[in-house]
């Protein structure tokens, strides 16, 4: 067999059932997706499709029914400093610890001394815009400060691909806004490969390079990728933008129609 | 009007008669008297003073000191126990029982409470012992600690290690359990080893649940050292009030307990003082 061309990251036939109390529930049937490296992919899709159960798959939280997914040709077996993971929720933040201790986490794991690592925090927090701040608790920083730091403290272990679940999504509209804007130009310094699972779709405009539509669940696979091909910084008012929403919502529109069908036959079925 | 809020001129005019009280409440204000400071000290006070005059009365109404003495009777009595020197010594008996036990059965419990909320191999082979020992109270443990431990020492700080123990582990559990989900992926996403998480994560996310637990088993080790002093000691507050009983000294009686209940207030508060220091940073308020 002739060696493969090299892939970054692969989500290869996969499908996930999950079951509890002897019910079973199809997640995802025979999803792929390629990420290439150092692109922004956002997963776009409607509530309940099973974008996070894609995502927690890809950080290593939950084992997959059958398929493959390899990062770099190595399969995801459990969580790794590799993956690093942006919660939606702010209690994954180590509310015992200051800002930049909470930044070092993962330096500190690895063993690194005091000095390196407080010296690699530092930088990361300036990037993150949180300088002054450094020695604050979580709960004394505002929503999109903590997402801040969440940002910094997974880009201090200089992982292969970054993993967002709906960062901003308990936001207020205004932070999130600008918070969009703060995570295109720390994408532009840090030089990540991201993986951002939104259900947003001018969120996923402003950010992605690629945007991948699920169809809707249950058993949900992908449905379509979209380029965005579109220079940053971008505004919701280019003409590109709007040409790339009216494309992405004909293709969203479709499936909430096929998930409303579905969801009528199912209740005509039970009746 | 208030000078906290403005109130609407529809309503501003119903107070147009208040303006006398008005001056009253700013020469009160004015003595450093404000309602919230009346709520937090004068308030307190003035119902413990209720609380002594009601009882004198009462116990003058009775009139026999040996069945329920005035409360002047009672400060005489503690007059008496604090210059021989008596009070003190029942007091550091029974107060280094409890430390000891407390001490012991925390070092023991905070270990296991975190074992048994992380491993569910430690959960399933501990948690029958505890839901079992959870219920058999200390004091049904009195006579069989003085049968394997004597009457020394050991006896005393066994019964409140005991109970220390089981209340500590289910609040440390239970705030293993707590820890959300993504705090626990996040460290391991972070590159934290199962041992790391263990040591940095669910331990210190612990920390306030395994406060509280620590608090609660202070009251029952108060509860417990009096009962196990009364069988078994030959001194301590329990034994005080227990020997007091065979010459009908009912005012020392008073005095011991009053001491518990001051002792129990200082106690919290200093546990809690100690806490904030040790621990601030882990019980944040959010």
């Known amino acids: 067999m002739n060696a493969p061309p090299r892939r970054f990251l692969s989500i290869d036939r996969v499908w996930k059932r999950f079951e509890s109390a002897g019910r079973r529930f199809l997640a995802l049937r025979d999803l792929t997706l390629e990420l290439r490296q150092g692109e922004f992919f956002c997963l776009l899709g409607p509530s309940g499709c099973g974008k996070t159960t894609v995502l927690n798959m890809l950080a290593g939280f939950e084992p997959i029914t059958s398929g493959e997914i390899t990062l770099e040709a190595e399969r995801i077996t459990g969580p790794h400093r590799d993956r690093g993971v942006v919660f939606q929720s702010d209690d994954a933040l180590f509310g015992w610890l200051t800002a930049l201790e909470n930044v070092e986490f993962g330096l500190k794991m690895q063993g690194v001394n005091r000095r390196d690592r407080r010296e690699v925090a530092s930088r990361l927090i300036t990037l993150v815009g949180l300088r002054g701040h450094e020695a604050k608790f979580p709960h004394e920083l505002s929503g999109g400060m903590r997402q801040r730091i969440q940002i910094a403290r997974v880009l201090v272990n200089d992982p292969k691909i970054v993993l967002m679940d709906e960062p901003f999504a308990s936001l207020d509209a205004q932070t999130r806004r600008m918070m969009q804007n703060e995570l295109v130009r720390i994408w532009t310094a840090a030089h990540q490969t991201v993986l951002f699972i939104t259900h947003d779709l001018d969120e996923a405009i402003i950010l992605a390079d690629r945007i991948g539509i699920m169809t809707a669940g249950p058993g949900a696979r992908m449905r379509e990728v979209i380029d965005v091909d579109l220079p940053r910084p971008r505004a919701r008012t280019d003409p590109g933008f709007l040409d790339c929403y009216r494309r992405c919502n004909a293709v969203i529109e479709e499936e909430v129609m096929a998930a409303l069908r579905s969801a009528a036959d199912g209740a005509g079925r039970a009746a | ?286």
């Open chain 2, 1 to 286: 009007m208030s000078d906290e809020r403005t109130a609407p001129p529809n309503l501003a005019a119903d107070h147009a008669g208040g303006d006398e009280d008005e001056k009253v409440r700013a020469a009160w204000r004015s003595l450093g008297v404000t309602g919230a400071r009346v709520r937090a000290v004068l308030l307190p006070i003035a119902s413990f003073v209720v609380l002594l005059l009601v009882w004198h009365v009462g116990a003058r109404a009775i009139g026999i000191r040996a069945l329920f003495p005035t409360p002047i009777d009672v400060l005489a009595e503690a007059r008496r126990l604090i210059q021989s020197g008596d009070l003190l010594t029942h007091i550091v008996a029974s107060m280094t029982r409890i430390i000891a036990g407390f001490a012991l059965g925390s070092a023991i419990a905070v270990p296991t409470g975190l074992l048994m909320g992380s491993l569910p191999l430690v959960r399933s082979m501990l948690q029958a012992y505890i839901e079992f020992f959870r219920y058999i109270p200390a004091l049904s443990l009195v006579t069989l600690a003085m049968i394997w431990f004597g009457i020394g020492e050991a006896s005393k700080v066994f019964l409140i290690t005991y109970v220390t123990v089981f209340i500590v582990t289910i609040n440390t559990m239970a705030g293993v359990a707590a820890i959300p989900v993504a705090k626990l992926r996040a460290g391991r996403s972070l590159g934290a080893t199962p041992r790391q998480m263990f040591v940095h994560v669910t331990l210190p996310a612990s920390v306030p649940f395994i406060l509280t637990g620590m608090r609660l088993a202070m009251g029952a080790a108060f509860t417990t050292i009096v009962a196990a002093e009364m069988v078994a000691a030959q001194s301590g507050l329990g034994f005080l009030i227990f020997s007091s009983r065979l010459y009908m000294q009912t005012d020392a009686i008073f005095v011991a307990i009053v001491t518990l209940g001051l002792l129990g207030f200082v106690t919290d508060g200093v546990l809690r003082w100690v806490m904030s220091m040790v621990a601030g940073r882990y019980a944040p308020p959010l």
